[in-house]
């Protein structure tokens, strides 16, 4: 069965850098569209990034680029998500999503397989 699992989350100060990663398993990683979708603290989920089958394309959401960048591995089926400049309200539980159909979308309906998410934290 699909699995996605992130990792790499953690408590980071003000400019501080994490890497987020996602593993897939259960289906054939490099056919899919991915993205990251994050949830603040009583906020509903926000699309944040995404990448194309090969990794040669990519998009964000304006609240990160220029600070973050999606990229994937599809030798390993891993998905990573560097986070650098971070600010408190990058603060969220962090998912990785894979897109049911190709093409680019921030619309979370367009997603039908989710990980469990992984907890960054901006600490004040």
């Known amino acids: 069965q699909v699995q996605l699992v992130e990792s790499g989350g953690g408590l980071v100060q003000p400019g501080g850098s994490l890497r987020l990663s996602c593993a897939a398993s259960g289906f054939t990683f490099s056919s899919y569209y991915m993205s990251w979708v994050r949830q603040a603290p009583g906020k509903g989920p926000e699309w944040v990034s995404a990448i194309n089958t090969g990794g040669g394309s990519t998009r964000y959401a304006d609240s990160v680029k220029g600070r973050f960048t999606i990229s994937r591995d599809n030798a390993k089926n891993i998905m990573y998500l560097q986070m650098n400049s971070l600010k408190p309200e990058d603060t969220g539980l962090y998912y990785c999503?894979?897109?049911?159909?190709?093409?680019?979308?921030?619309?979370?309906?367009?997603?039908?397989?989710w990980g469990q998410g992984t907890q960054v934290t901006g600490s004040a």
């Open positions: 999503a894979r897109a049911r159909e190709k093409g680019f979308s921030d619309a979370l309906m367009d997603y039908g397989y």
